[in-house]
C-alpha cells in the first residue's frame, strides 16, 4: 500500500460544491469593510487561499488595510451558508474508490477547522480518510504548494512520494505543480478547460462521481 501513489484531495469545491457560496461571502465581507468587488471576479480568485485573496484583488494596500478584517468577515458569512453546502455528485464515492484501490487518502484544505468539521461529517469521511489539512497547518496556502506538502507530512511521507491531486481550480493546478504532483480536476470550480489544462491538469472529468468510474484511467488506478 505505502508504495502506491498518495491521494491528495481538495475539499472545498471539489468534494463540497461551494464555490459560488464563497464568492458571495467574499463579496459581503468585503463590502462591510467599503469595498465592492464585482462577483466574478470573487469567483476568479476561488481556489485560491483566504490569507491571499485580498491582495490578489488590491494589492498589498488593501491588504494592509482591510484583510484581517474581511477575512474575519468572510469566515462568518460562510458560516451562514454551511448548510446550503452540499456534496457534489459521488464525492463519498470517490473516496470509497481512492481506497478500495490501497490508496493512502488524505484531504487538503485551507478552511478554517470549524468548516472543515462540517465538512467532514456531511461527508462521513472521519473514518475513512487517513488524515487532513485546515488552514492553521500553513502560512502561504494555494497556489503556494505548502498545504499539499504538509499533508504528505501528515501521512510521514516525504515531499518527493508519489502522490496525485485532486482539485477544481486553476490555483489547485498551481499548488499541485509547485508540489511535483500531477493534477485531476473536476469542473465544478467553473474554470475553463482550456485554462485547466494550459496549468497544467493532466484530466477533466464533470463530478467527483465521474472521476471514481474513470480512476482505472488514471495514475490513481
Do not use: C
Not at 475539499?11 to 463579496?27: E, M, P, Q, R
Request: proline share 4%; aromatic share 4%.
Amino acid at each position: 500500500m505505502t508504495d502506491s501513489a498518495i491521494a491528495v484531495l481538495d475539499i472545498d469545491g471539489t468534494l463540497i460544491d461551494s464555490n459560488y457560496h464563497h464568492a458571495l461571502a467574499w463579496y459581503r465581507a468585503l463590502r462591510s469593510v467599503g469595498e465592492i468587488v464585482p462577483v466574478w471576479r470573487l469567483h476568479r480568485l476561488i481556489g485560491m487561499g483566504g490569507d491571499q485573496v485580498v491582495t490578489a484583488i488590491g494589492g498589498e494596500e488593501l491588504e494592509r488595510r482591510v484583510g484581517d478584517r474581511a477575512r474575519e468577515r468572510q469566515g462568518k458569512e460562510v458560516d451562514a451558508l454551511l448548510e446550503e453546502m452540499a456534496p457534489l455528485p459521488g464525492a463519498r464515492d470517490l473516496l470509497v474508490a481512492v481506497k478500495e484501490r490501497g490508496h493512502r487518502l488524505v484531504l487538503a484544505s485551507s478552511a478554517q477547522q470549524r468548516h472543515v468539521d462540517v465538512f467532514l461529517d456531511v461527508l462521513d469521511a472521519r473514518d475513512l480518510v487517513d488524515d487532513w489539512t485546515t488552514s492553521a497547518d500553513v502560512e502561504s496556502s494555494k497556489p503556494a504548494p505548502d498545504l499539499l506538502q504538509v499533508a504528505l507530512e501528515k501521512l510521514g511521507a516525504p515531499r518527493d512520494a508519489s502522490s496525485v491531486m485532486v482539485g477544481d481550480s486553476v490555483w489547485d493546478v498551481e499548488a499541485a505543480k509547485r508540489a511535483g504532483m500531477p493534477a485531476i480536476v473536476v469542473r465544478s470550480g467553473g474554470f475553463g478547460d482550456d485554462e485547466l489544462r494550459e496549468a497544467g491538469a493532466i484530466a477533466l472529468y464533470d463530478t467527483p462521481g465521474d472521476l471514481a468510474k474513470a480512476l482505472d484511467d488514471t495514475p490513481l488506478a
